[in-house]
Structure formats: C-alpha cells, structure tokens
C-alpha cells in the first residue's frame, strides 16, 4: 500500500502526522490542531511546527534554529534576511530576537474547503528545510564572520546540484 493510500480526507495534521513517522523524524503531536518536529539538515537540526487553524482554514508552517549573533551584528543580519526575501517566492524569514530564532514561515491557505494532500504537505516541509539550508551559511558569515550582507549572499546563491 503506497503512503497516498492513507491520506483520502484526513485532517492535515493527521497527514503531517504519518509524514513524519514515514521519514522517521522525531515529532510531538502536541493538540489536535498542531505538531511539532526535529528534521536534520546537513548544516543542523531544525525545529518544525504546523498548525491547523479551522477558523483561518490555514496550514501554517514555522521552521526554526537558534541564532545568537553579536549585538553589534544585528543590523547586518537583518538586512541579510531582506536580501534572503527577496530571493524567495514562498515563505519568508524573520529573526525573533528576544527568543533568539531564525523563523521561516508559510502559511498553506486551504479556504472554501480545500482538501491538502500529503504531497503538498512534503514540499512544504521540504522548501522549509531547503531555504534554512541554503540561507544558513549566509546568515552565519554576515554575524560572525563579519562579511558583508551582499557578499555572503554570494554564498547562498551558489546553489548545489546533484549529490555527492
């Protein structure tokens, strides 16, 4: 039985849900409406989050890891994460400086009873997870190699294809 076969007009959680013990990620169905999960990239690990909100008939995704850059650093960091915005079309970066996160966040609209299914829910996860890969280096070289925004964009930019 493919996995296909066990999404016919589950909750989008639920499908969340069987994504994640399909992949092996570690996850915590923390309510009904939410789950929460650790996918490994190969620069880190990072914390995924989706939501169901019924009311907004929203699927709403945050990816996170921990940045703690200098404070003499935050503006570059931020004008780094503008640069990194402009290049996506879906989703966006943010810095919660107070929790001390790099965010990437999408919501997946799903209005007028739009049904989601489990390959949608994989790319979304997947695009999480590929921006925090390719967006990683440039952020760490803006705050702590002191290199200018412009110049580890560069980084991010080269992206790789194929595998090793």
């Keep these: 039985m493919s996995i296909s076969e066990h999404f016919d ?9 069987t994504l994640a013990q399909h992949h092996e990620w570690d996850f915590d169905r923390i309510a009904d409406d939410q789950i929460a999960m650790q996918v490994t990239g190969q620069w880190r690990t990072y914390s995924l989050t989706l939501a169901w909100s019924h009311r907004d008939e929203t699927l709403r995704l945050i990816c ?3 940045m ?15 640069r990194c915005n402009d290049q996506v079309w879906t989703g966006a970066f943010t810095f919660w400086e107070e929790q001390r996160l790099m965010v990437w966040r999408y ?4 209005s007028g009873g739009q049904l989601v299914g489990h390959e949608q829910i994989d790319r979304l996860i997947r695009d999480a997870v590929t921006a925090a890969e390719r967006y990683y280096p440039a952020f760490q070289m803006t705050t702590w190699a002191e290199q ?5 964009m560069k980084v991010a930019i080269a992206e790789a294809y194929g595998h090793a």
Excluded: K, S
Aim: proline content about 14%; cysteine-free.
């Design 148 to 152: 200018a925004p412009e110049m580890a």
């Design 68 to 82: 703690e850059p200098p404070a003499h650093r935050i503006p570059q960091l931020y004008d780094v994460v503008n």
């Design 64 to 66: 996170t890891f921990e």
């Design 9 to 17: 007009e589950l909750h989008p959680i639920d499908m969340v849900e």
């Design 107 to 110: 919501g997946l609209l799903l």
